[in-house]
């Protein structure tokens, strides 16, 4: 392939910058330092300029697609309960299903033939997990006492168990099978403070932790599932303490409807992804009287969407 044109350094500019090239100087430079035009196209493309350009086309992007009346959580009572009984069923069956598996798609299948190695890998990559965790916390000027009570929700909800320093740790799993195997791991790795429960099981008790943490979970209930879900925890959450938890508060082309779901439309047997709008969870921080401390997107959705990771301090 020829080398670049100083034509192609313009259309360059003009495609991935927005602006004409400086000067002839430059573009010459460009000319003379890349073998073809594709390799003139990755250097432009991949450049800061460009990087900040294309975040600031997606922040305008996002505003434009926030559907407020496209995923509401509001529902009867009858119609929570029975879907809460079939989601629960349905993540005790198969866990969140095949639709996480996508979203870790570059993370190395387990060995079902090699347990322990699964498990040692989860509490490493646990580890790494919990350091950022820590991080944020310390961003807040506050530190996880030593004899906190922390509460994880989320399949392997376990992970972080050998990382975070805490009084109990307690691992909100999925269904019973997930919560079999995280106490195969607790018991394997010596992770005396922690113990595991069902998501059915911390919903219906009363178990008050002084930080709830969530992340890749909530996203796989029903708006009205991941809000009532979200509300028990934050419920429990001692005053002083924290929260932080992700999920996706928009999913392109995505709407629910409560009866409509009841009927089947939007039920999928390998698992299944939603969204609850930003404004509702803000609501709900505020309605268990949290202050947050804030709200950063995050890119595990991909091309599918937004989320978000919230931390939030309950007031005392």
């Given amino acids: 392939m020829p080398p670049p044109t100083l034509s192609d350094v313009a259309r360059s500019y003009r495609l991935f910058l927005g602006r004409q090239v400086e000067s002839g100087l430059v573009a010459s430079q460009h000319v003379a330092t890349t073998d073809s035009l594709w390799s003139l196209v990755e250097r432009v493309w991949a450049s800061p300029e460009a990087r900040r350009r294309r975040i600031g086309e997606a922040a305008e992007a996002i505003a434009g697609m926030d559907d407020r009346a496209a995923a509401s959580p509001a529902c009867t009572p009858g119609q929570l309960?029975?879907?809460?009984?079939?989601v629960e069923a349905d993540w005790a069956r198969r866990g969140f299903g095949a639709c996480h598996d996508r979203l870790l798609r570059d993370e190395p299948r387990y060995d079902p033939k090699s347990l322990k190695w699964d498990l040692a890998r989860r509490l490493a990559a646990g580890a790494e997990e919990a350091a950022g965790l820590r991080q944020r916390i310390a961003e807040t000027g506050a530190a996880l006492d030593p004899?906190?009570?922390v509460a994880v929700f989320?399949?392997?909800a376990f992970r972080l168990a050998g990382a975070i320093t805490a009084g109990r740790y307690l691992a909100v799993e999925p269904?019973?099978?997930a919560a079999a195997v995280a106490r195969r791991a607790i018991e394997a790795h010596g992770l005396a403070a922690a113990e595991a429960t069902t998501i059915g099981a911390f919903r219906q008790g009363a178990r008050g932790c002084d930080l709830f943490y969530s992340t890749m979970a909530l996203q796989y209930?029903?708006?009205p599932v991941a809000y009532a879900l979200l509300g028990r925890a934050l419920e429990q959450v001692a005053?002083?303490?924290?929260?932080c938890f992700q999920l996706a508060c928009q999913l392109h082309d995505y709407r629910f409807d409560a009866e409509a779901y009841l009927a089947g439309d939007g039920r999928a047997p390998d698992g299944e992804l939603h969204a609850l709008p930003q404004h509702h969870v803000l609501a709900l921080l505020e309605r268990h009287e949290f202050a947050p401390i804030e709200v950063r997107p995050d890119g595990r959705l991909g091309?599918?969407?937004v989320s978000y990771v919230f931390l939030a301090r309950r007031r005392s």
Avoid: C, I, N
């Fill in 239 to 243: 005053p002083g303490g924290l929260a």
């Fill in 175 to 177: 269904g019973p099978d």
């Fill in 81 to 86: 309960a029975q879907m809460l009984e079939t």
């Fill in 147 to 149: 004899a906190a009570s």
């Fill in 303 to 305: 091309e599918l969407g």
């Fill in 221 to 223: 209930a029903p708006p």
């Fill in 154 to 156: 989320g399949e392997h």
